[in-house]
């Protein structure tokens, strides 16, 4: 029996304008106040990352996003520590190939404290020698770490092949060898220059004024836009198309059925594949799922994704199975992809996809941080910072054709790549995965 949707607008959150401001000092605030939260989520968001580093400085982003919690000229490690703890919230932070996050969530009546801390990281962080010393060990645990993880070794060699020789293909932390050599004065001074004086951009959502923070970051020091973007783009010049077999001490086969996305990416085409990334393979209920788990038995993980850059992004259909089922894996993943080329999807099944996306993103929006990351999305992307409700409108009008042709543009492409990464196949097995994927 379909589901039945009540019309109410009680049931979505009230439109909230989004508040920006550029100060004179080069920060850029954009915040979205929610009067219904009692918490509120800070982010700062710095223009640097794995994609920006050179030979000699890979992992310095990351390295340095670690030092921020080490202590300040006026608070050390632990005051920043039981700060947060005393507020009943947290601080954390992460790095990806192009921004660095510091950030956290805290009860809104500590808004301007939380605020306060985080301006004294960005901007006095100490980056004591003894202190880099002890946090290179752990650093170079967390790398070890990440390369025992199945899933996370084989993103890192398939970006090796989606971006052979390109910065975005180095693993974000670096390698332990990378760590090595990067010393406390480098690692200071890339402080210096792309987190106290570069492009930072502090996202804010919660039940907060956002007039009251102005002040505060209107005290920080001058924050030019990074030079790091300056550095011209050389991405999918050399992608090697076709079907890869990478050997790896793992007892499960990974399998990667990659696309890439067509630029310039708008809004509207982050909706457009959230919802077909809903009908493909991100819900119980969607074709791969349904047909390599469900109805076969091949595997217990299976699903699809998409990534976005501010230049390029992909389109991927993922599974793990043992290597026994490494040929039905791949003939499943194309027979489906190719039953979506010749016949699309039916009205009620994007009708159910278009309410699964709605559903998620209602029950995101009770998470400030998810707002506050969201804003920062929209920033970085070029989107338009679109109310809350408008996202769900703009959803739920999306047309058959727009999915339609968004699909059809991807998988007309013959540029997609496959990877199967694991135990290593037989001759006859991956002479069989080739021939299906070299016919297309």
């Known amino acids: 029996m379909p589901l039945k949707r009540s019309t109410s607008k009680k049931t979505e959150p009230a439109a909230r304008p989004v508040f920006k401001r550029r100060f004179s000092n080069g920060v ?21 990352g794995s994609r920006y580093e050179q030979k000699g400085r890979r992992g310095i982003s990351h390295f340095a996003e670690h030092m921020l919690f080490k202590g300040t000229k006026s608070r050390s490690a632990f005051d920043i520590a039981s700060a947060f703890d005393r507020m ?20 809104s009546f500590y808004a301007e404290d939380a605020l306060d801390i985080l301006c004294d990281m960005a901007e006095d962080s100490v980056f004591s020698s003894e202190e880099t010393e002890r946090e290179r060990t752990v650093i170079e645990s967390e790398i070890e770490a990440s390369a025992d993880d199945p899933e996370d070794a084989a993103l890192d060699a398939v970006s090796k092949i989606l971006w052979p020789g390109d910065p975005l293909s180095f693993p974000i932390a670096g390698t332990v060898k990378d760590v090595r050599k990067l010393t406390a004065d480098s690692v200071r001074s890339w402080y210096a220059d792309f987190f106290r004086k570069g492009e930072l951009t502090v996202c804010v959502a919660g039940n907060v004024n956002p007039q009251a923070l102005c002040s505060r970051l209107e005290k920080l020091g001058l924050h030019a836009a990074s030079a790091l973007r300056q550095i011209p783009a050389k991405t999918a010049q050399k992608r090697k198309n076709g079907v890869h077999f990478l050997s790896a001490d793992f007892q499960q086969e990974q399998f990667f059925v990659l696309y890439p996305l067509r630029f310039p990416f708008t809004l509207k085409d982050y909706y457009c594949w959230s919802v077909l990334n809903a009908l493909i393979g991100d819900t119980m209920s969607s074709r791969l799922f349904q047909a ?3 109805r076969s038995g091949y595997c217990y993980t299976v699903y699809s994704f998409f990534s976005l850059y501010a230049d390029c992004g992909y389109w991927c259909a993922y599974a793990c199975a043992p ?7 791949l003939a499943s993943v194309r027979t489906e992809l ?16 278009k309410e699964h996306v709605c559903g998620e993103e209602i029950i995101n929006a009770e998470d400030t941080e998810h707002r506050m990351k969201r804003l920062a999305r929209c920033a970085f992307y070029g989107f338009v910072q679109t109310p809350f409700d408008e996202s769900l409108k703009a959803i739920r009008e999306l047309t058959g054709a ?39």
């Open 28 to 48: 850029t605030l954009i915040a979205e106040p929610i009067e219904a939260v009692r918490t509120v989520a800070i982010g700062f968001w710095f223009s640097c």
């Open 88 to 107: 009943g919230g947290y601080a954390n932070a992460f790095t990806e190939r192009e921004q660095v996050c510091l950030y956290c969530v805290v009860p």
């Open 292 to 294: 390599l788990r469900e």
């Open 323 to 329: 290597k026994k089922n490494a040929g039905k894996i």
């Open 338 to 353: 190719q039953l979506l080329a010749d016949r699309g999807f039916g009205d009620d099944e994007i009708r159910a996809a």
């Open 402 to 440: 727009e999915l339609e042709s968004a699909l059809q543009t991807l998988l007309s492409s013959h540029e997609k790549i496959v990877v199967a990464y694991g135990p290593e196949l037989s001759s006859s097995v991956q002479k069989k995965i080739k021939s299906l994927y070299d016919a297309d």
